[in-house]
């Protein structure tokens, strides 16, 4: 899932850092600036009007979870050298501001899903699609998960 190909659904992974991957996410969506490194896979996918599922990795509260979505409004140039306070030593190329923005009243987690979301193949292994910050997802799984965040 770490390849380049052209897509147009993608999923933004907030991990734990100096904070939980919830708290990060909190900030990010509450600032409308989502961060992007150097090594961020996907880089040439991140395009205006791609779809966005959110995704909270790590320990904390709402992990291993679909907390919202979004569209792509606009990739912001990043004119500092500047590193993210909440992942030490990550150079931010640019940052990512949406629209359309949806946090879901209700967590999805994964596990309770994994059968249903094809665009993981090994299920057992899933946490391994997510690693990096961006990963692809394909349309019959994002609309999935939109559903879901109906019901």
Same mark, same amino acid.
């Given at each position: 899932?770490?390849?380049n190909?052209?897509?147009?659904?993608?999923? !933004?992974?907030s991990?734990?850092?100096? /904070?939980?991957?919830?708290?990060i !996410?909190?900030?990010?969506?509450?600032?409308?600036?989502?961060?992007?490194?150097?090594?961020?896979?996907?880089?040439l996918?991140?395009?205006?009007g791609?779809?966005?599922?959110?995704?909270?990795?790590?320990?904390?509260?709402? %992990?291993?979870?679909?907390?919202?979505?979004?569209?792509?409004?606009?990739?912001?140039?990043?004119?500092?050298?500047?590193?993210?306070?909440?992942?030490? !030593? %990550? #150079?931010?190329?640019?940052?990512?501001? !949406?629209?359309?923005?949806?946090?879901?009243?209700?967590?999805?987690?994964?596990?309770?899903?994994?059968?249903?979301?094809?665009?993981?193949?090994? /299920?057992?292994?899933?946490?391994?699609?997510?690693?990096?910050?961006?990963? %692809?997802?394909?349309?019959?799984?994002?609309?999935?998960?939109?559903?879901?965040?109906y #019901?």
């Amino acid at each position: 899932m770490r390849d380049n190909i052209e897509t147009d659904y993608l999923i !933004f992974v907030s991990s734990d850092g100096k /904070k939980t991957g919830l708290d990060i !996410f909190n900030e990010r969506i509450k600032k409308n600036k989502w961060p992007i490194y150097s090594k961020t896979p996907q880089q040439l996918n991140i395009k205006q009007g791609k779809k966005v599922v959110f995704y909270i990795a790590g320990a904390g509260e709402k %992990k291993q979870s679909f907390v919202g979505t979004a569209q792509i409004k606009s990739i912001i140039d990043n004119n500092t050298v500047s590193t993210d306070p909440n992942q030490e !030593f %990550k #150079s931010v190329l640019f940052f990512i501001e !949406f629209k359309n923005l949806n946090v879901f009243n209700e967590e999805i987690k994964i596990k309770e899903h994994l059968n249903k979301l094809d665009f993981i193949k090994n /299920k057992k292994k899933y946490g391994l699609y997510f690693q990096g910050g961006i990963c %692809k997802i394909n349309q019959k799984s994002y609309e999935y998960i939109l559903q879901k965040s109906y #019901s």
